[in-house]
């Protein structure tokens, strides 16, 4: 059968719990992008070799991406500098400074000019796929990081893929997998696809390494993309409210999958299929993120008896000085759980059907006086990485075999949002399984300055997936209680008394008064809740119409219900 197909997912036989868009229109932006680094070499270095990439332009039948104006300056020019392309074609550019006893700046600064047009693709690529030039089939190959050889990897891929004609079918069926067995985690203990394949947790890279050794073992070219996401939001109209898009401003991984139809078309597995957005600029391309490992790379040598790694600082900004945007979306009765876009792509494909999960069964207020509450209680999205520095984090210096030690870049970027920027209010829901008496409600916080009190709203959900109902309010939190910290951590709303709840879901609601500056850390996609479940208002809105693709970090707690 031919459909219109957006975003792949899973089909609801019953009630549908499906966050299919099919998005429509596009973006036209132009970006002054700047990327400032500071390393500060360490004593008895001998040597130090700094390396960047040059983006170029790129074009596909979603994304298109110029770069004009690209400069690098150095605050202290190098002992020798070369450029050249590496075996991905790459355009490398590394710089050599003998003896270094300063501080060295670089600063990267260019103009990319972006655009994302959502239209109907057309795609009748066979599977197994066939036509693929000599070029592309490199992008087969496994590695450590992709190991498209492994048995179970090949074991799963051929499970999914069982009765896929055509390749996007093949490759819809498996990110369907991916969607639901991977939660987004920002500092995973690996990054290899085999430790997602196993846990179901990984960032940025382990959604890209996974997807690409299901692909590559069933014979689709894949190769892992780097480069950056600006934190620019764009608003996504769904006919029923708006729905507001926004990345993390720093260094991100995402795919390119080969179609003998339409060429290299990228994906971000995290929450996009067949396209990225303009808020994207691509860097460099390779096998995995081992082999793409070139800008931003730091090397070093050190004198017999030296110890200690460079100190080390980036700043990335962005600013638009041209953005339109005109986004779309429908939503559909079938697809995923979790948020997940596409273009309308007119292909064959087969749909999957599950049964959603059960509702849980509210409890009468008589019963919830009763019930003995006895058992500590904690839920929430409850993995962040506290009291990180995201300027100065890099990763532990590893030596090269040629002896050499080296920092690469990291994808540590700082995911939150502004929640006490005036004329904006967020609510977070959470939904119980079972009756609790609540006690407090955490929320992941980085306190930046100001003043004023913080306190948290509980509200029911009005049925339709918004804060309905109010029950009941913390207590104040003057802002002065917050401490200073070099990133995120938990900050605890008591809740007084006696506010017993029913199983079904809830809505916590940041407030404020004053001055506050604070930031409240999210999660890409949606980790813990429904896809409907972060949400925020405007002075001007009667109700929470406007939603949030992430899910904040949260902590409920109390005692449950024996």
Not at 55 to 70: L, M, R, V
Not at 71 to 87: A, I, V
Not at 155 to 176: E, H, M, S
Not at 415 to 431: K, L
Request: hydrophobic share 35%.
């Amino acid at each position: 059968m031919r459909w219109y197909f957006i975003c792949i997912g899973l089909l609801f036989t019953t009630l549908c719990l499906a966050e299919n868009y099919l998005i429509n229109g596009g973006q036209d932006s132009q970006i002054n992008y700047q990327m400032v680094q500071k390393v500060e070499p360490a004593a008895g270095t001998q040597k130090l070799v700094l390396s960047y990439v040059i983006p170029e332009d790129f074009s596909s039948p979603t994304y298109n991406q110029k770069i004009a104006g690209f400069n690098l300056n150095f605050s202290t020019p190098p002992s020798d500098k070369d450029e050249k392309r590496d075996n991905r074609g790459n355009k490398v550019i590394r710089a050599t400074w003998k003896q270094p006893t300063s501080a060295i700046t670089a600063t990267i600064s260019l103009r990319a000019i972006n655009n994302t047009k959502l239209t109907t693709l057309n795609t009748s690529a066979p599977f197994p796929p066939k036509n693929i030039p000599d070029e592309v089939r490199i992008y087969l190959q496994s590695t450590k990081q992709v190991p498209a050889d492994d048995g179970q990897i090949k074991n799963k891929a051929q499970q999914l893929v069982a009765g896929a004609k055509t390749q996007f079918d093949a490759v819809q069926k498996i990110l369907i997998w991916i969607v639901d067995h991977m939660n987004y985690v920002l500092n995973p203990q690996s990054y290899e696809a085999m430790y997602s394949f196993r846990t179901g947790k990984g960032n940025c890279q382990n959604y890209s390494h996974l997807a690409a050794a299901l692909m590559r073992s069933v014979g689709i070219p894949v190769r892992i993309v780097n480069g950056i996401t600006t934190k620019q939001p764009y608003d996504v109209n769904t006919g029923s409210g708006i729905l507001t898009m926004r990345m993390a401003q720093g260094r991100h991984s995402w795919i390119e999958v080969f179609f003998p139809d339409l060429g290299w078309v990228p994906f971000d597995p995290q929450q996009m299929q067949l396209f990225v957005s303009n808020r994207f600029i691509r860097v460099e391309v390779g096998l995995d993120n081992e082999e793409t490992a070139n800008d931003g790379l730091i090397r070093w040598t050190q004198s017999r008896g030296s110890s200690g790694q460079p100190r080390f600082e980036e700043v990335i900004e962005a600013n638009f000085a041209d953005d339109r945007v005109n986004l779309s979306a429908q939503k559909q009765n079938y697809g995923p759980q979790k948020l997940l876009f596409s273009p309308p792509v007119d292909a064959t494909f087969t749909t999957i059907a599950v049964q959603p999960p059960p509702k849980p069964k509210p409890v009468s207020d008589q019963k919830l006086k009763t019930l003995q509450y006895r058992q500590p209680f904690i839920f929430g999205n409850l993995e962040f990485p506290e009291n990180v520095d995201f300027a100065n984090t890099r990763g532990p210096a590893t030596q090269t075999e040629g002896g050499e030690l080296e920092m690469r870049k990291n994808f540590m970027v700082e995911t939150a949002e502004y929640v006490t920027t005036r004329g904006n209010q967020y609510a977070q829901t959470f939904i119980l399984q079972k009756p609790i008496l609540l006690t407090k409600a955490g929320l992941a916080l980085h306190k930046f300055g100001g003043d004023g009190q913080l306190w948290m709203e509980l509200f029911k959900d009005d049925g339709r997936g918004q804060p309905g109902e109010y029950i009941t309010t913390s207590d104040f939190l003057p802002l002065d209680a917050l401490k200073f910290s070099p990133g995120y951590t938990w900050v605890d709303f008591e809740f007084p008394g006696k506010t017993t709840l029913s199983p079904g879901r809830y809505w916590i609601a940041l407030g404020f008064t004053g001055s506050p500056i604070v930031n409240w850390f999210f999660t890409y996609s949606k980790s813990v809740g429904p896809p409907d479940g972060t949400r925020y208002k405007t002075m001007f809105d009667e109700t929470w119409s406007r939603s949030l693709a992430f899910e904040f970090n949260y902590r409920i707690q109390g005692l449950a219900a024996q």
